[in-house]
């Protein structure tokens, strides 16, 4: 349920509602808009009386969100969100490019990336530090030193960064270091990991599943915002398809449907969503000119030695044209690099 | 095979050499290219003696041509392939928007559409005349009538049209009133339509199957050159997968691929890709800035009315606008709008 | 539309029904059950006046068919269809078991497998002497020839046999020739070919194609059967999916919801479902326990030499042990193997 | 690597080999074969001086693995394992049958379910007590109250029970209760749990992703393999496709590829495979006809009233005659149902 605030409510009157509305054993969740304040009702708790709550000071009306998902829903907040990441802006009219390596593997490797990023315009660096991977014989990931790397890339460069977390503990940790923490495409429905981040005071990166439908994704973010966390992006990384030219088939179809139905903001991810390094340019400008607010795509200052996802990352040279023409088509549909 | 001519060869010497590979029972196809010649062999007839071959006068050599598709082969003609359909071309630097009704329901309608692509900035028509329709009882086209519309609207406007055919007797017709034929996606394996329509004399539009895989895409084009037909267009319009928030989910990462394994140009139809309205703008601008060589998009004079796809037909402002957009996005990317 | 008859209509009453619905523009089938007489009503010529209907003799009452196809909908004819294919029962009590090669490639070759099928309990042969093939360049089967040396591998052994058509050509002479005409899977949607062989007086077996919904497939079924061909079996040959360890995947599920919204047979075809001859084995036990009508495999005298889809057809041995244990798993489910 | 000893080698050859690789900085694992004993390395410590190695006593040779999964691979054990659960056998000559509600949601449900999955001679319960639930205010299960009152409904019938783990908390409780950890398929990835459980000393279900390849879902067994647990079931509950007539499509291809490259027992749940109740009995049948090692089924005494997946779960007479079905079918493919 959603609860629409007079235009002119006052603070005390807005958290006189909240407080009637978590004293019913609900969660209330503070939604501030241009012109008026919106207060979302969450919980399992069953229906709540709707006249008591238009009874009280300032509130307009009430409304029911149709959609299974609530707080993430452009029904419940109609205008567009944008998420700061240290002091980089995500959903708003310029674009972002984030890049790095798939995996943290030295201090040199990173802070050099991070250089590289920067100068070829890049505004956020990216860099695993704990990896899920599919064999448990393969790099697991350097943990907390990889992020007292990341840390030290950051001050070099001035660049903030995400990185992902897989559980509990990976999640303390990143909270210290990193700037975004970021839920990987497998753990998409992870709802324990999910529910972890949203207490998180760190914004999130949430990745589509590989299989995971709009409704699916949308509940996925919905358990963060529920649990407290409302910086959440959303990204797009290729699904399964029978299509076997590409690792995954990038669906940018949903970039304009998220756009539709929510008021996140939405990257993509090339270099998964392609795994050719010959295909991330082309599709990281396809995104851009459907609407996305931003790529990730994976860089390494020597891909050939890299230690996982050589294959897809680009070469620095190929991260300096992708940004340049990312800025040209972003203009071209009336945004902007992000600078 | 593929047997290279010297830069000089004359054209006795290409001719004898066709000559030579006809009398051994294959096919030969003359491939020329800005340097010099290469003309390819063809068929199911056993190898072919390459010592032969090159002793021939003004022959180079002979190389295996390692796909299983031949002529549509990067390999056999690296230089892109331009179609030219009726003045408009498709496949060079320029990007072509094709746009008009899914069918063709009256002659005011079809002169009223042509004439709102015109003025939008459109450089062909399409219609249907025949539609193949998943039941039996829904509208199936109105056949010839239809085509002598099209070519009404033509003639009004100067826009060369584009219409599926069905099978050898729509063909027959259409050859003597389209400028394009196209394969639909339902019919993109049908071998016997694809042999038959090898020996028109228009160029073709094909459209990829639902569930083709790039291979069978590219086999299927080689059916078309085998048969003698070269001036081939592709075209994307979505594959099945479990998506559900749109018609079909355009696979935009085909158009690297294709780019990087074929000399022929490639469209996407955004129309069918998403199978609806408010998607079109957003993916056909994607298309073009992922590197295909034009759009072709359902618009009707009024959608509401349209007797098929009408959800997800243009209104003509909004082909305005998107003709606009491409141009921009096109820029962006180093080409323009074709004019 | 169907209209439901009296039981105790008179031929005369349901002949004056039908030749009033022609009359009125319409298509009228005779729908015949076990305890009273439907005629189902098709055609796009608009709405036909109940009224008018439920007033002429031996008429209890006129139902809308909810369905997009109607004369498939069980909803029309609730019993199961029994299709007679040369003295062949399908859909009936008993499971039935085709085999043969994948091609026919020569008078010894189809005559031996034909003695082998029989010898090992199959009741019905399979051959292709058309064959549409996804490279132009393949061996696209032996045509008139084939179609003679099938009818001589029936008269050896009396196994009736199936063969697939491409077009109305091949169409032709396989009704001079065959017992059951196949629509192959890139086929099930060329409504062209489906309309033609609509007249044809042949039984004819319907391949799901690998991308199609199953609303799709019954609506593929509805178009030959509103051209006037009622003996129609359909038949499962895997769709496409991302699983990689099989050239297909058999969707089984498919098997009772055909059941449910549908009185035609099923079969399937676990060859090119799984393309793996180890694999045809258990998804043809699979089958037969999901309750499909029988299976239709594909065995060769020698695998190793087959001209084509060698990998996936069963050694003579291997059939026998599959009938033997489709006979087992077939009483197991209340059913038997047809003799 | 596979270290393959003497069929007599002694307990004190076989553990001195074990601690040798131990020093060497990898991990040893155990295989005991019907005719001699196995030894398996695993980690990624770089590659172990073969040579040392062969030179042990008592060691016959040493082998490469060549998949990238090692203890789960048949080339590692090439006899099928069986899995003891509270002393009924899964993968033996025997088939099973696990049945029981969704969700426990109160002690005489889950009672009057073990009841009556005994009475219809099913050999274990299943019961949900931790639930993933794609929405954040779904129903998320009742906890620890669950799992004592599953104790109870095991005391009661002697039937043992498996139970869904979402974290590390979640696992140590199950631990403590249940007989078989299950982890969903929406955690098949989440490679955290699985090291988590590995650790377990209960059997381990692990059900295919939804979007799983053969080869990541066997990854995923190694994990649990490698970290110590080698009592590990598969269990296929259907994948995503484009199939819009069942809720997933079962793959049961998967059945024969796994048995050829993998010794672990499969089993399969048509309940998630297909979500609707009608289809549940003909896919467990065409399971167990595939070579499954037995089902899973959601039954709840009252299906009206469950508070999750109601519409596939069964009615208690319902299983009883799915049971029955199962023991026939087991029969015709050589095997019978587990009592």
């Known amino acids: 349920m959603l609860i629409i605030m007079r235009q002119q409510a006052t603070d005390e009157e807005i958290r006189a509602v909240i407080e009637e509305v978590q004293r019913l054993g609900h969660s209330a969740h503070n939604i501030p808009g241009s012109t008026r304040t919106a207060i979302g009702v969450t919980g399992n708790n069953g229906p709540i009386d709707r006249n008591l ?21 452009r029904e419940t907040k109609p205008e567009d969100t944008t998420v700061d990441v240290g002091g980089v802006q995500i959903g708003g009219k310029d674009v972002v490019v984030i890049a790095g390596p798939c995996s943290v593997e030295s201090r040199e490797q990173i802070v050099t990336a991070a250089q590289q990023v920067k100068e070829a315009g890049g505004r956020m660096l990216r860099g695993g530090a704990f990896k899920p ?66 207490r998180s005071h760190k914004p999130i990166l949430l990745k589509r599943g590989p299989a995971a439908t709009l409704e699916e994704l949308l509940n996925a973010a919905e358990y963060l915002l529920a649990g407290g966390n409302y910086r959440v992006v959303l990204c797009e990384r290729g ?35 392609t795994g050719k ?63």
């Open 53 to 73: 709550i238009e009874s009280l000071p300032g509130v307009v009306q009430t409304m029911r969100v149709t959609k299974p998902y609530k707080l993430v829903s």
């Open 133 to 198: 991977r599919t064999s448990p014989y393969a790099f697991q990931g350097l943990g907390e030193q990889a992020l007292r790397w990341l840390v030290e890339a950051r001050a070099e460069t001035g660049l903030p960064f995400v990185t992902e977390v897989l559980d509990q503990e990976s999640a303390v940790l990143a909270e210290q270091y990193a700037d975004m923490l970021q839920i990987g495409a497998r753990n998409m429905q992870n709802y324990v990991l999910l529910s972890q981040v949203a």
């Open 239 to 273: 699904i399964r398809s029978f299509s076997d030219f590409s690792r995954n088939t990038m669906d940018l179809n949903v970039i304009p449907a998220v756009k539709e139905l929510s008021h996140l903001p939405i990257l993509t991810d090339p270099s998964h969503g």
């Open 277 to 339: 390094r010959g295909m991330v340019l082309p599709l990281a400008l396809a995104s851009i000119a459907a609407g996305c607010d931003g790529v990730m795509v994976e860089m390494h200052p020597h891909p050939e030695h890299a230690m996982s996802d050589g294959y897809q990352s680009l070469y620095p040279q190929q991260l300096k044209r992708l940004i340049e023409s990312v800025d040209r088509v972003a203009q071209a549909v009336s945004r902007a690099l992000s600078r």
